[in-house]
């Protein structure tokens, strides 16, 4: 089952318990796939297909971490609360994610894979990583570690 269908699946799940927060949250999701998709439409690309799904999904998790980040400086509990939900809600979406000892062994493995043997390789070993493991691994954080062992 595509990643989409399971959201619309939830969608009416969440409708029929009167669940108002993941119904508003999923719908933000559906309408934000579809934004993504007439935007794809328009450059001439195919549908959206899981990875970039999963993708946005991230994306719209960054954003409500840093939204709560925001709301706590400026003392918006309420909100603050609000947006842990919405994440908490995207997040059943998205694959496990890695650990940090994970995730180290992968980029070990992709820098041999590649043959990387300086900063001027990152972007091979970064390709390697986001194709094996969308969704499973924050890229922000691996660029870090990928940065670390490339420096030595």
Known sequence: MMLRDQINDA???AMKAKNERAVSTLRMVN???KNADIEARGAGKPALDDAAVLS???KMIKQRQESVELYEKGGRADLVK???????IISAYLPQQMSEPEMKAAIDAAVKETGAAGMKDMGKVIGILRAKYAGQMDMAKASGMVKAALAG
Do not use: F, P, R
């Open 56 to 58: 946005i999904l991230q």
């Open 82 to 88: 609000q947006e842990q939900e919405e994440i908490a």
């Open 11 to 13: 969608v009416k799940e």
């Open 31 to 33: 309408s934000t796939l």
